[in-house]
């Protein structure tokens, strides 16, 4: 008897650890600008749950997999953590997803950016921007097509800029090396890593940091040298930005930057406060946060109530006008097929 228990208790043993790894989806293939920060976080995240965070990566259709397959399957385990990006948002606005993020829990959301930069020898006033598609720019479209176009919105994008469709991240990123394009875009982490050390690449412009509390755009502190997007169309065009494609560039940048870096799980998780906890623990310390913002910036974080005030201060920018002038401008300027979700608008008495 003593034997048999004894065979029990081993088995109890070596079974346990798996049944207790959580498991961080990734929707995207390794090597891209989520799958670093997704490592970078889970090594840290771990050794405060006293649990291995196992990555895996679901990657296709723009990334919109992954997500799908979470909110479909893989949300109704406990242990399982949804990491989204700027894509995923982007996709939640203009395309048929299955996802939506009024079902589930933020554990975590680290208030992202986009740097978009630039061959240095590129007079962009004068000649034309080569730019390609890829999961998540709409948000950089939408910005090229107001500086280049001004109060004029987009009428004159396709003389200015050629738009390279259907590049993986992977060709982007070599292809800019090469200078077969002359604009790129990558977020913080990934801009150190892809396009710091090109030779003739320069800091563009960037999107901001939304403040939820006064709706605007603050400049991120990471690059103080470089200027929002709003500073240099002023700059170059002598007002700020206003008007019907500015309205739906905040909308989606907002939406895109808000949610380009976050942890969720489903609604009623019973491990949502425990790993709540265990990000405050690993913002609260030092070294860990040392390590974090040595490899991707120094950013804000919100956890619990205030990421649940952060998404409550999102939906109020999904406004009618602003959902229809990104339908237009993708099918128009961009050639992309969106959908007008009206499911998604927001409704004050709502």
Known sequence: MKVLLTV???????TAPARADYTLIVPQEPGGGTSIWATVVASELEKKLGERVI???IPGARDQIGFDKFHNRLRFDEKTIMVSHGGNAVSFLQEKVDYNYA????????????????????????EKIIFPER???VPESMALALLVGGPDAWDNWSQRVVYVKRMDTPECRMAFRRGEINVTRENPAAHKKHVEPVPGAVPFFHHGLFDPESGKFD???????VPTLEELYSETWGAY?????????KMVKAWRDGVQKALWVNRGNPDLERLRSAVRAMLDDPEAMERIHAKLGSYPWHVGGEAENYMNALYPLITE?????LVEFNRDALNLD???????IYRKDE
């Open 8 to 14: 029990v208790l081993m088995l109890l043993a070596l």
């Open 55 to 57: 990555i895996r990566h």
């Open 103 to 126: 079902d589930y829990s933020p554990v975590a959301i680290m208030n992202n950016n986009i740097i978009v930069s630039r061959r240095e020898d590129l007079d962009w006033r004068e």
């Open 135 to 137: 999961s998540g720019t």
């Open 219 to 225: 400049r991120d502190p990471n690059f103080p040298e």
């Open 241 to 249: 930005p206003e008007g019907r494609l500015y309205e739906a560039y």
């Open 321 to 325: 006008e602003a959902m229809e002038t």
């Open 338 to 344: 969106s959908f007008y979700n009206e499911k998604l």
